[in-house]
């Protein structure tokens, strides 16, 4: 098995076998990464109250459309898949509904 390693002396990622002295020079610098996603749901239950934050924007052109309250926050957040546009959610300041939507 390799694992990464770093060649001080020249400045370089190297993937290098423990047992023996096979070493090779690794294709990226990347040797890592965590994607996490978020789906829309977890966005708003992360901060349970976004509808009281001062920060968000309101709108009254666009009515909730399980309880026609009139007032919603809104905000961007790109999808699941990143190839994809960031979309404009909507969620219902109404206390008792809180619905989220998209258009």
């Known amino acids: 098995m390799l694992y990464p390693k770093e060649d001080k002396e ?3 990622l190297l993937y290098a ?3 023996c002295d096979y ?4 294709d990226s610098n990347c040797i890592y990464v ?3 996603m ?4 977890e966005l708003t239950h ?3 109250d976004v509808t009281s934050d001062p920060t968000l924007p309101r709108t009254e052109d666009h009515p909730c459309p399980k309880c026609n309250h009139r007032e919603a926050v809104f905000f961007q957040a790109q999808t699941r898949r990143a190839e994809e546009e960031m979309r404009l959610y909507y969620v219902c300041t109404n206390q008792h509904c809180t619905h989220r ?3």
């Open 101 to 103: 939507w998209t258009e």
């Open 38 to 41: 978020h789906e829309i749901d």
């Open 17 to 19: 076998c423990r047992n």
């Open 23 to 26: 070493k090779t020079l690794a």
């Open 10 to 12: 020249n400045k370089v």
């Open 46 to 48: 992360i901060v349970s």
């Open 34 to 36: 965590n994607k996490i």
